[in-house]
């Protein structure tokens, strides 16, 4: 018997990790993993709250979660090539102008 | 201490180790394989706490298809690591200072704030059989029908943003 107290602290704990990659780190890559690593802390408490409350509903938003990191990611990663294509680097300091 | 808490407590260690080696791994694709291994972990904790759809669904949409879009970016960018050069220097320790900070405030409120009551049991034979999945989908065919179908105009949005996004610009400059 785990308390669900210890699945909010994990979660937590790796949001603010998620949280401190997109601060830290300049790789836009990296950053978006660090968003998905975000996503997925979310994830494990809504997880936590559906089986401590004997519903499906935590578990559905999870799977819309999932769908919409999936798009997310293919529209983030179209944008990263493009980047790239313009600048020759996909370092988030260097994506300091508008005009593409 | 119980079996299923010496489990939680391993586990947890592998999420954790796995996240902050994603998060100082200087080589992208090492980033992008500890954050494969995290996914995986939290697909068993999904099956320790009686979702065994979600934790498929995590292994195949997750650890599957997204991570190697990922890995695919990552190679065909060769973006494997950038050069070392800070603009901010002070950037970095303040963001870690506020990190502790978040997860010590996050944890507080939500433990004497939210006050979540409640033992995770381990799941029973219950989960495992085929009524388990048929009472997700009658929610979800039932209760969450109209953000399903959003969803799946959500997909088909982003497919065709992609598309749209990398394709050629067939303008003449």
């Known amino acids: ?100 | 201490m119980t079996l299923e808490l010496i489990l939680f407590l391993v586990l947890a260690l592998i999420a954790v180790a796995t996240a902050m080696g994603m998060l100082i791994s200087r080589n992208a694709v090492y980033s992008a394989l500890f954050l494969v291994l995290n996914f995986v972990t939290v697909a068993v904790f999904y099956l320790l706490l009686g979702a065994p759809f979600i934790a498929m669904s995590q292994v195949t949409v997750y650890a599957g298809a997204i991570m190697v879009l990922f890995l695919f970016v990552i190679m065909l960018l060769g973006a494997e690591s950038l050069p070392k050069a800070e603009v901010l220097p002070w950037q970095k320790p303040l963001a870690i200072f506020l990190a502790v900070l978040l997860t010590v405030e996050a944890s507080y409120v939500l433990i004497t704030r939210a006050r979540p009551v409640g033992e995770i049991l381990p799941p029973g034979d219950a989960v495992n059989t085929m009524d388990n999945l048929r009472q997700l989908g009658m929610t979800l065919f039932n209760e969450y029908l109209l953000p399903f179908e959003v969803t799946s105009i959500l997909l088909l949005v982003a497919m065709v943003g992609a598309i749209v996004l990398i394709r050629k610009d067939r303008r003449v400059r």
């Open chain 1, 1 to 100: 018997m785990v308390p669900i107290n210890y699945y909010i602290i994990l979660s937590a704990i790796l949001f603010t990790i998620g949280a401190l990659g997109v601060l830290i780190r300049r790789n836009a890559l990296i950053i978006f993993m660090s968003v998905e690593l975000m996503l997925n802390a979310a994830n494990l408490a809504m997880v936590a709250f559906s089986s401590v409350l004997k519903s499906f509903s935590g578990q559905i938003f999870v799977f819309f979660v999932i769908a919409v990191a999936a798009a997310e990611v293919a529209v983030g990663l179209a944008l990263i090539v493009e980047i790239f294509k313009s600048k020759r680097s996909i370092d988030v300091d260097q994506m300091n102008s508008m005009k593409g």
